[in-house]
C-alpha cells in the first residue's frame, strides 16, 4: 500500500512566524487532502488538493502529484494554528491514508 | 453549510459489551466511511461503503465490525464484543462521487469509545 510520511514530526514556533510541513507519497495519487486536529480532536479540513495550489487566508497549500508531494504553508502563525496537521492521500476510491502527522506548538 | 454529525460524542463501555456507533452523512453523499484514532497515533482507515454494501476493510475491521445504513439518513458502526484495544476516537466520513467526481472526504466530530 502506499506510504505517506509527513515531516518534521514536531514543530515549535513563536507567534507571527511563517512555516513549511511536508508530506510525501510512495505512488501517484488521485486525492490528497490536509487536515488540522485541534485540542479536542476534531479533524479540521484545510484543504482537498490533489494537485496544483490553493491559499485560504494564512494557510496555502501545493502539491505536486508528478513529484509525489505536497507542502502546506503557515505564515504569520498564531497561537490557535497549534494542533496536529495531518496529510492523507486517496488509495483508490475508498480509502484514505493518512500520515503520522506534524505536531505544531504556537508560543505566545 | 452541510456536516457529518456524530452520535454519542463519548461513550464508555465494559469489555465485551456491544456498542453501536452512530453517524448521519452529509445528504447527497454517496460514499461514507469510518476510520479510527487510537491516542496519540495517526487515524486509521476501517471501511468504505458505497451502494449498500462495503467497498473496501482494513484488516483492523474483523468479524466484531459491521456497519450499517439501516434508512436514508443513518450509518453505523456496531462492535459486539468491546475489548480494551478498541478504545479510540473513531470518526464518520462521507464524499460525493458520483457525478461531481469528486471524493473529497467530511469527517464528522467523532466518537470518543472508552472500554474499561
Known amino acids: 500500500g502506499i506510504q505517506v510520511e509527513q515531516s518534521p514530526p514536531d514543530l515549535i514556533l513563536q507567534e507571527g512566524a511563517n512555516s513549511t510541513l511536508r508530506c510525501n507519497f510512495s505512488?501517484?495519487?488521485?486525492?490528497l487532502q490536509w487536515f488540522h486536529q485541534n485540542p479536542w480532536g476534531q479533524l479540521i479540513n484545510l484543504f482537498y488538493i490533489p494537485s496544483g495550489t490553493k491559499q485560504n487566508g494564512r494557510l496555502s497549500a501545493t502539491t505536486v502529484a508528478t513529484e509525489r508531494y505536497s507542502l502546506l504553508y503557515i505564515s504569520s502563525s498564531q497561537t490557535t494554528d497549534s494542533g496536529v496537521y495531518f496529510c492523507?492521500?486517496?488509495?483508490?476510491?475508498?480509502?484514505?491514508?493518512f500520515g503520522t502527522g506534524t505536531r505544531l506548538k504556537v508560543l505566545a | 453549510e452541510p456536516e457529518v454529525t456524530q452520535t454519542p460524542s463519548h461513550q464508555v463501555t465494559q469489555m465485551g459489551q456491544e456498542v453501536i456507533l452512530r453517524c448521519v452523512p452529509i445528504?447527497?453523499?454517496?460514499?461514507f466511511y469510518w476510520y479510527r484514532q487510537i491516542l496519540g497515533q495517526k487515524v486509521e482507515f476501517l471501511v468504505s461503503f458505497y451502494n449498500n454494501e462495503i467497498s473496501e476493510k482494513s484488516e483492523i475491521f474483523d468479524d466484531q465490525f459491521s456497519v450499517e445504513r439501516p434508512d436514508g439518513s443513518n450509518f453505523t458502526l456496531k462492535i459486539r464484543s468491546t475489548k480494551l484495544e478498541d478504545s479510540a476516537m473513531y470518526f464518520c466520513?462521507?464524499?460525493?462521487?458520483?457525478?461531481?467526481?469528486?471524493?473529497?472526504?467530511?469527517f464528522g466530530p467523532g466518537t470518543r469509545l472508552t472500554v474499561t
Open positions: 492523507a492521500v486517496g488509495e483508490g476510491t475508498y480509502k484514505y491514508i
Open positions: 445528504s447527497n453523499h454517496l460514499y
Open positions: 466520513a462521507s464524499s460525493p462521487g458520483g457525478y461531481t467526481g469528486s471524493y473529497e472526504q467530511y
Open positions: 505512488d501517484s495519487v488521485n486525492n
